[in-house]
């Protein structure tokens, strides 16, 4: 054991123990990142941006509300948007509130840090994220065909046609009756959670792949393999190959960049896909 001295008290970030304790060893780097900056922007009573975090941290817009929406799922965060569907702030709870790490809690009140407009509209990803659904029964190894009325059903329902915005975004273009089946396919009968699902697509669309048959010929991959989780999806793909530690961007100075970036080979993982 050792002594730790701190020499400069001033000019310095609070983070709370229970932070530290329960829910940093699950998040990745651009969590971390970001939730850090939240608390630093909080300690000096300025506002932060979307746009702001992803220049400073090297990551793209939808990587940094990617993370603010996990933060909130976890209840740390309470994001507030206006009728534009704007992030217009985002209120950091008090951790001394929430109970320990896995039992529901409500977001608690807590110290709001205010968001920079932006020039176009960013969608309100983060109201349509739904927890994570249970372990279900096996899926069927072939798609079946669903009826109309079902398809329309899932078209129509609120939580399902954010869903389907998203996977226009990563697309490229609005989807086709055959690819709003396909995930159909993957979100009723593989019973994959929206953010294993947004997971799915990012890996798919990494990969520059963004036929349905291959984003489908990934997730039936997946389920057969018992993955519900983007922690299970990530042990997948690493395990395909090693683990590569040298990061994806060269080195920043800033000194929020430096948690270690993993970036996985998903080559491998792709033969077995062809195989």
Not at 170 to 191: F, Q, R, T
Request: charged fraction near 30%.
């Amino acid at each position: 054991m050792f002594a730790i001295y701190n020499e400069a008290m001033n000019d310095s970030t609070l983070v709370s123990n229970l932070f530290i304790d329960e829910y940093m060893k699950d998040a990745n780097d651009a969590q971390l990142k970001v939730y850090l900056y939240l608390l630093r922007c909080m300690s000096s009573g300025r506002g932060a941006g979307i746009q702001e975090m992803a220049d400073i941290f090297n990551h793209t817009e939808r990587e940094v509300m990617r993370s603010l929406r996990y933060w909130e799922k976890k209840g740390l965060l309470n994001l507030e948007f206006d009728g534009a569907k704007n992030l217009t702030a985002v209120r950091v709870s008090d951790l001394r509130s929430l109970e320990p790490a896995g039992e529901s809690a409500p977001p608690a009140p807590g110290r709001v840090i205010s968001i920079a407009p932006r020039l176009t509209p960013l969608r309100d990803e983060a109201a349509a994220a739904a927890p994570e659904k249970e372990a279900a029964p096996a899926a069927p190894a072939k798609r079946e065909k669903h009826s109309s009325e079902a398809v329309s059903a899932f078209m129509g329902n609120e939580e399902r046609a954010q869903l389907l915005f998203i996977v226009e975004q990563y697309i490229g273009k609005p989807l086709s009756v055959p690819e709003i089946e396909v995930i159909y396919y993957i979100s009723e009968d593989l019973h994959f959670s929206d953010e294993l699902i947004d997971y799915l697509l990012q890996y798919c669309v990494d990969r520059g792949k963004k036929d349905f048959r291959y984003i489908e010929k990934v997730a039936l991959n997946w389920s057969e393999k018992g993955v519900t989780t983007t922690k299970q999806a990530e042990r997948v793909v690493s395990g395909a190959a090693k683990t590569r530690n040298a990061p994806r961007q060269r080195a920043s100075s800033n000194r929020f960049n430096q948690f270690e970036q993993h970036q996985y080979d998903f080559d491998a993982l792709e033969k077995i896909l062809n195989s």
